[in-house]
Structures are given as structure tokens and as C-alpha cells.
């Protein structure tokens, strides 16, 4: 079956460690994006990449930083210079290079850090 | 500039109709529509173009008005199964490229049996 998996679920990690999220994809998607959801909000775009070796800021990119060495994976790390880590992270992918095309969202990983 | 969603919330009885609305205050090339279950990712419902085509959901209808900068999404007899949270996403860019989409604050929609 096709589709995106970010692992782990949950993740607990101690203030000033750097942690990073996983995010595959098995769709042969071009584009992929990282997303935070604080309880109560919408999503906010950290990063995207619409393209291997290449990869874009989002709204809000500070403490973050990404790497796409593959088409498959996207990787997101989370660094200590985040000051509010604690969220729900949302990887998704696209098959286009168009806003139009459809985005498939993975389950999410719940970081808490403490 | 996040779009911006109405009502905040609404209570429904199964089997009554629902809109919920987004506005934007940019021009739109397209408007996605999401609904989340609590704790999980959100689930792709539809997408609406400038132009007037619609890709998505065969039980949920929804309008684009370009003129306006805003979308409706509307549910109709609605079910127990529609309960949860409802986002619009629109183009952080007006080209309508792949650059990610900024989201509202979301719609929650409670149906009671």
C-alpha cells in the first residue's frame, strides 16, 4: 500500500537536545512539507521540498532544519534553538507542482519536550 | 495571512445541514478543505479551483468565490461520522505553485445523535 509514514508517535525528549522526525513516502511524490499544530490552531508550514537537493522555508522556520538527500524521505530536525517544541508535527506530500494537487497527510508524530 | 473560518464551532443534530465558511483577504487559486479527528492527521476532504473545478469527496459539496476570496463547505443530512474538526487551506502564494498552504484556526462541528 502507497502512502507516508512518520515514526515514531510519540516522542519525549529533555530541553536543549536536538531531536530529529521521520517521514517517508512511498507515493513517488515530488513535493513534501512539515507542519506544526499547537492545540487549538491550524497547521503553520516549517519547511517544504518540491524536489530532491532542494528545500524551502515556510512560515515558521526558526530552530527547524530539514535535509532531502532521497525523494522518499524528509526528514525534520528539531533543534534546541526552538523555544516552543511541543506539538503535534505533520508530514504531507504532493504529486504536483501545482497548489491543485491533492496532499496526503502521514499519522503525525506528538513531540513533548520537557 | 491566515484565512479565516466561520463559525468557530456548531452543534448539529444528525441529519441536519451544516456550512461552514473561509475567507481570505488575497486572491485565491485554490482552496483545500481537511477534516481532523482528535489526535489524528487530517484527512483530505477536497479542493476547489479558480475556474471552477472541484476534486474531492461525493458526499460533500462545497462552492469557490473568486470574486469574494471565499469558500463554503457545505454537509448535508449529516452523519454521527462527521463530527471533528474542519481546516481550509489556501495558497501561501497567489501562482498556485507547490508552496505549501496556510491553514485557519479550523471549525469544530459536533453532531449529536
Known amino acids: 500500500d502507497g502512502g507516508i509514514t512518520q515514526s515514531p508517535k510519540y516522542l519525549f525528549r529533555k530541553e536543549g537536545q536536538n531531536v530529529t522526525l521521520s517521514c517517508e513516502q512511498n507515493?513517488?511524490?515530488?513535493?513534501m512539507y512539515w507542519y506544526r499544530q499547537d492545540p487549538g490552531q491550524g497547521l503553520r508550514l516549517i519547511y517544504y521540498s518540491q524536489i530532491v537537493n532542494d528545500f524551502q522555508k515556510g512560515d515558521i522556520a526558526e530552530g527547524y532544519s530539514v535535509s532531502r538527500e532521497k525523494k522518499e524521505s524528509f526528514p525534520l530536525t528539531v533543534t534546541s534553538a526552538q523555544k516552543n517544541p511541543t506539538a503535534f508535527y505533520l508530514c504531507d506530500s504532493s504529486g504536483g507542482h501545482n497548489s491543485y494537487d491533492e496532499q496526503y497527510f502521514g499519522p503525525g508524530t506528538r513531540l513533548t519536550v520537557t | 495571512q491566515q484565512p479565516v473560518q466561520s463559525p468557530q464551532a456548531v452543534i448539529l443534530r444528525e441529519g441536519e445541514d451544516a456550512v461552514i465558511n473561509c475567507s481570505s483577504s488575497k486572491a485565491l487559486y485554490s482552496v483545500h478543505w481537511y477534516r481532523q479527528k482528535h489526535g489524528e492527521a487530517p484527512v483530505f476532504l477536497m479542493i476547489?479551483?479558480?475556474?471552477?473545478e472541484q476534486k474531492g469527496h461525493d458526499k460533500i459539496s462545497a462552492s469557490f468565490n473568486e470574486k469574494k476570496q471565499q469558500s463554503s463547505l457545505y454537509l448535508t443530512a449529516s452523519q454521527l461520522s462527521y463530527s471533528g474538526t474542519y481546516f481550509c487551506g489556501t495558497d501561501r502564494y497567489s501562482g498556485g505553485g507547490a508552496d505549501g498552504l496556510t491553514f485557519g484556526k479550523g471549525t469544530h462541528l459536533i453532531i449529536q445523535p
Open positions: 507515493l513517488n511524490h515530488d513535493a
Open positions: 476547489l479551483l479558480k475556474g471552477g
